[in-house]
């Protein structure tokens, strides 16, 4: 689908992929574009939208004019749509309109989201992120509008979120020490909106730190006497405190990092945001090295990484320097252990300009920069999107490369991938075990601490694939062991559900299931919906079929991703056989990840109750492999019982047919 970006913070706007603007025809056509923008992707009612562009005073032809609106906007918007198709753009449901645009192609709703994110943020970043954010607004929001009341909330709204941000820059600025740079800025920020109490406060404190204390105290003085003239009001308690603050010299107005490690990050942030100017391609190598280190602090890091090295990608990718670009992909380096995306559309998009960039290399670039190419193909296509062969040949070349060049840390990002693709059939636990230990072998000689909990990781699961728990405890312990000495919180995440699948493995099923439960407490927050989307209730579902207890579900549950293979079973509880059949002649194969034995085990059960032979057949040559292991607990996380007791109920299904 085309990809559309649409600006409201100004003059509404539309612009194509390339950049270029899209004619939007006349004034109502753009009314009813902006009046959809501030619906934000929900439904407006036709009777609405006629209500808005025509007040009480509607033509008699007002539905149909807006359907003619409508039709012109889409052919703008999505000009290579075939005739009759449906819109994916501009939708129409029920008894209206809707703009489905994503979050990240309107302006409004990516500076929304920045100055959100920005309150996590140390200052330095802060500072970035808000700058980049307030040089989206290229006017009043919505400024065609402005007489409009449809939008009349939604500018108020946006604007107040303006001046916030442009104070909590200042307040980031001071806190790194440019209390010039935020004095500048705040001078004509107080002119033209006298009437923001803190931006005085503000603006008196960046003076003061700048060795202003006249100034400072002038600024208090004429706040003062704009707020009694115009307001009529006395100044509040926080602008007097900061007065008499000031005249004293209290010791709080200048206060300096806590520690030393603090000191030394906001002077080097502060240089490096004076030195580097804002466009450098250094930013951009920079970024994507950041955004590595803050993939592992947890789960807002983990969501703010993923988000920032796309746009670091993205804006490399447009300057054309195809090195540049395979560096700042290749050397996100993250570890990955958990075999379905938190993001497939973006991971989709990484591959792409990966691919991309490996195809632009001039002949004599570096042997790294194609193998960390290829390493990323093959982590970010885990085992779930298409054309697998192609991503485990990239892993192979990438392992490959990294040891002809004997470089450790390309190698076991190059492992990691191959680890990833290691999912072509059921039953290979022993491969990724060995996999797990050179890494954790290469991680452990060469200081890659990240690496060495991964490899611990991977071993963890493959020793729980053999119900080999001994082995695996050795290995939660060593992993849990460097997450606390390196600060790494996501790593409980699969300590503690590994702990859970021994006690749903080997304890009775109300102590199996207490511990999940604790276990997925640690999923909120965690920034890995990957991870968390379905994983209890599935957890919960293959623990009831170890045990032999009845499936039972509530009707609201959310299976996630896994709903295709889990729904036969629950259709089948509530007796509805003939559903089940139905479903199970269009569900297709469980894909190749941690989760492929368990998602095999859960169609067995159902193939058999409903007598689909063909599918037994199937279950059977695909769980076959993995006779000899638990089904599931290769994830390390959950496990459905053993292999070999589906196995032989499959036997005995076809057996009895046979006879």
């Known amino acids: ?64 004019t807006v359907r003619t609106f409508v039709a012109g906007l889409r052919r703008a918007l999505e000009p290579e749509r075939p005739r009759r198709s449906p819109s994916r753009l501009l939708v129409t449901e029920g008894p209206g309109y809707a703009l489905r645009a994503e979050p990240a192609h309107v302006d409004a709703w990516r500076f929304e989201h920045a100055v959100a994110a920005s309150a996590d943020l140390l200052p330095a970043q802060a500072v970035a992120r808000l700058t980049e954010a307030l040089e989206l607004w290229r006017g009043p929001a919505y400024a065609d509008f402005a007489e409009e009341p449809w939008a009349r909330a939604e500018r108020s709204r946006l604007a107040a979120l303006r ?14 020490g440019a209390a010039a740079d935020a004095a500048a800025e705040l001078d004509a920020h107080v002119a033209e909106h006298p009437w923001r109490e803190d931006a005085w406060q503000l603006l008196a404190l960046a003076l003061y730190r700048s060795g202003r204390q006249v100034d400072a105290l002038s600024v208090l003085r004429r706040a003062r006497q704009l707020l009694r003239e115009h307001l009529g009001v006395e100044p509040g308690p926080r602008l007097r405190r900061t007065e008499q603050d000031i005249l004293r ?24 945001e004076s030195m580097v100017p804002p466009r450098a391609r250094t930013r951009l190598e920079s970024t994507a090295g950041l955004m590595r280190d803050l993939a592992v602090t947890g789960g807002g890091g983990l969501e703010a990484a993923r988000r920032h090295r796309a746009a670091a990608v993205a804006a490399a990718e447009q300057l054309g320097d195809p090195e540049l670009t395979a560096r700042v992909i290749g050397v996100y380096d993250v570890p990955a252990v958990w075999t379905r995306s938190d993001d497939p559309a973006q991971a989709e998009r990484l591959v792409g300009a990966a691919e991309r960039t490996l195809r632009l290399l001039p002949p004599g670039a570096p042997e790294a920069a194609r193998a960390r190419l290829l390493a990323t193909v093959a982590v970010e296509s885990r085992g779930t999107l298409p054309d697998g062969t192609r991503a485990l040949q990239a892993a192979h070349q990438a392992v490959a490369g990294a040891r002809r060049l004997e470089d450790a840390n390309l190698l076991v990002f190059a492992l990691n ?34 690496y060495e909990v991964l490899g611990h990781l991977i071993r963890l699961q493959a020793h729980c694939a053999t119900a080999d728990f001994t082995a695996a405890d050795r290995h939660a312990a060593a992993a849990d062991a460097l997450a606390e000495r390196h600060a790494l919180p996501l790593v409980a995440v699969f300590t503690t559900w590994y702990r859970a699948l021994r006690t749903a493995a080997t304890e009775p099923p109300h102590l199996g299931e207490s511990a999940y439960r604790a276990a997925a407490r640690l999923l909120d927050g965690a920034g ?15 623990l009831r079929l170890h045990h ?72 059977q040559e695909a769980l076959g492999p993995a006779r000899g292991e638990l089904a599931g607990a290769a994830s390390g996380l959950l496990t459905a019982g053993p292999v070999a007791d589906h196995l032989d109920a499959l036997a005995a299904a076809l057996a009895v047919h046979a006879s």
């Open 1 to 64: 689908m085309r990809v559309v970006e649409f600006g409201v913070l100004g003059s509404v706007a539309a612009w194509g992929e390339s950049g270029e603007p899209i004619a939007l025809k006349g004034p109502r056509h753009r009314a009813v574009l902006a009046r959809l923008l501030v619906a934000r992707r929900r439904v407006v009612p036709v009777p609405r939208l006629v209500e808005d562009l025509w007040g009480g005073e509607p033509p008699a032809d007002a539905v149909g």
């Open 163 to 176: 001046l916030t941000s442009v104070e909590r820059r200042a307040e980031a600025q001071l806190a790194l």
């Open 249 to 272: 010299h209290a010791d709080h107005l200048d206060p300096g990092p806590s520690d030393t490690a603090a000191q030394v990050w906001a002077e080097a942030s502060a240089s490096y």
């Open 417 to 450: 991938g191959l680890f990833m693709q290691t999912f072509e059939r059921a039953g290979l636990a022993g491969r990724r075990d060995g996999i797990g230990a050179e890494i954790t072998e290469v991680a452990a000689r060469h200081g890659l601490f990240t």
């Open 528 to 542: 890995m919906p990957g991870l968390e989307h379905g994983l209890l209730p599935l957890a919960l579902l293959c």
């Open 548 to 619: 032999g207890l009845p499936v039972a579900a509530d009707p609201h549950t959310d299976w996630g991703p896994y709903e295709p293979w889990v729904r036969p079973l629950l259709v089948l509880a509530e007796g509805c056989d003939q559903d089940a059949v139905r479903l199970l002649a269009a569900v297709p194969s469980p894909p190749g990840d941690l989760l492929y034995e368990a998602l095999w085990s859960l169609l067995a059960r159902a193939a058999v109750q409903v007598d689909d032979r063909p599918l037994m057949r199937r279950a």
